[in-house]
């Protein structure tokens, strides 16, 4: 595979992807808004761009992974409205500048391109900025991954991807520098709805398990016993192996962001909203969350969601 | 190992256990309220007893495998109020008239017996009956399993112990029969906390698997593609891996019935209440259990949970 590559967003998760293609012997194009971000990548050989336009002229492939729906919309379009903080993503009438779109993706954009986004975003937005590049003669993609930098690292990701299958065929040697278990699961938005479902089981898998260790030990019965009990049966899972032993650790270093799993949460209630459907469990999960998030515990694992069980039932805690 | 063994309660569960005892070569004396569930046990070599206590009386260990909390104080002490219905099962006031403690286990058990409860009940009404055989110088352990009538047929249960540990040394050799991943979990009623939490993180999986598949349809994105995309990465689990083929097979047969796990979710509920612990995770698994079962689905699989998700967010539904 000859094509050249573009990369845009080289933090926690995106600089070991970077790295990885690299060390695959591609010759890589980058953009990142911090210079810090850039150097190990351009250390290794990657040539820096001045914007995502630039990277998007350069290369026939650029892949995102950025951190929520604006940064994709303003990193592709120009339409992102910032970072953080609004909900929306991308609209007609926010529209951006010509400045934001003259640097972003779509200004520099070739016929017969490919855009992967491999972030994890909004379905809905997702599809429109499908639709933007067509016209463009440009093809997306959406990759979202599981398996946190540790994935990322390794090359070990299990990649969801949305979108026409020729392109998920031309990418498919690719993805599997970056991943171990790529599967492609339907058109454009088809990965970030997987991805959704992901961090619902994910999700309520962390539930049970946290409570079920609190019932343990408000029963005076020993967690480890109850871990080890259930693994043998039809209760077992990663999520007990891996977040249940961390509970019964206390132990959150991440791994994955509680703050990041409630922002995937969000894109689970927005997208639910969206369509009318009803996920109580999923409502539930990102309640708790938001309590973690908001006591200022978002930087720790997503497995301390078994904290805001904790603290729904702590003795004398006022604050 | 010379023990006499007592089995009492031959249905869907114990009538395959006892028959794996007899198959091992052991003498098995054994009592069930039907006739015909006595029948397969007794042409496979056992002795019928025309009560609990006549069971008590002949045997050193004494299994028990019945429906409910109730059912296992009236065989053990006379005390249930009779089958079904009563949740809060023996009480002291309750008492049991003489002739039904006649007829218990305890009017025949002799010094130094064991009383083995496999049933899935009550952990605070367990502790109350360990406490009541003590004074005749019976030991009670409370084993309750999952794995369902197939783990119970082919001798693969997962085995959830409380009691003392010398008793449970004495034990594990029958346990070896009866199932393969064998764990003592605690002091009396600690193997019914096992087996609680078994069952808050078994019926939370379910939800999570049952809402994604939900979110996934309702997005037009062929669940099966996701589940597969799931499996793979830190979503894993048996449950999605079984009940997700159930729930896009649309096929529930049993398995595990959903009115039993109604049940165990009940036994959930009343502990948490006991313990003034929240669990609205455990909770909303139990609500949705009590549609299932109050729509007359009770007989199906319990990860026909999933229908009372799509009736949930189901159009044009009146009754």
New interface residues.
């Given amino acids: 595979m000859t094509a050249r590559i573009g990369f845009i967003g080289l933090g926690i998760m995106g600089r070991p992807m970077a790295l990885n293609l690299l060390a695959a012997g591609h010759e890589l194009s980058v953009y990142a808004r911090r210079t810090e971000a850039l150097t190990p990548v351009t250390d290794a050989g990657a040539r820096a761009c001045d914007s995502p336009a630039g990277v998007a002229r350069e290369a026939d492939i650029v892949f995102t992974m950025l951190a929520d729906t604006p940064d994709v919309a303003e990193v592709v379009l120009g339409t992102g409205g910032g970072t953080g903080g609004s909900t929306t993503g991308v609209s007609a009438s926010d529209g951006g500048g010509d400045d934001r779109r003259a640097r972003a993706v779509i200004a520099g954009i070739r016929p017969g391109s490919v855009v992967v986004d491999m972030s994890t975003i909004s ?1 809905a937005v997702t599809r429109q900025i499908a639709a933007e590049l067509a016209p463009a003669g440009a093809t997306m993609l959406d990759a979202p991954v ?2 946190g930098d540790i994935g990322a690292r390794d090359g070990t990701l ?1 990649i ?1 991807v949305g979108g026409p299958a020729e392109a998920f065929a031309q990418l498919a040697p690719l993805f599997e520098i970056l991943g ?2 790529v ?4 058109e454009h ?2 990965g970030q ?2 991805k ?3 961090q ?6 962390i ?3 946290g ?6 030990e ?5 967690g480890a ?2 871990r ?3 693994l ?9 192996e ?1 977040h249940g032993q961390r509970m019964l650790d206390d132990n959150y270093t991440p791994g994955f962001k509680a703050a990041l799993h409630q922002k995937d949460m969000r894109i ?1 209630q927005e ?2 909203h969206e ?1 009318g ?6 409502a ?1 999960v990102a309640q708790l969350l938001n309590t973690l998030v908001g006591r200022g515990d978002g930087g720790l694992d997503s497995a301390a969601l078994h904290l805001a069980q904790r603290r ?2 702590a003795q004398g805690e006022s604050s």
């Fill in positions: 379905p599981s398996g299990s969801m171990r278990h599967v492609h699961v339907g938005g088809a709805i997987c959704a479902c992901n619902i089981v994910v999700g309520q898998t539930a049970g398990v409570e079920a260790l609190l019932l343990a408000a029963a005076g019965v020993d016993r109850v080890e009990a259930l043998g049966g039809f209760a077992g899972s990663r999520i007990l891996v689970v997208t639910a369509l459907l009803g996920l109580p469990g999923a539930l729904l039932n």
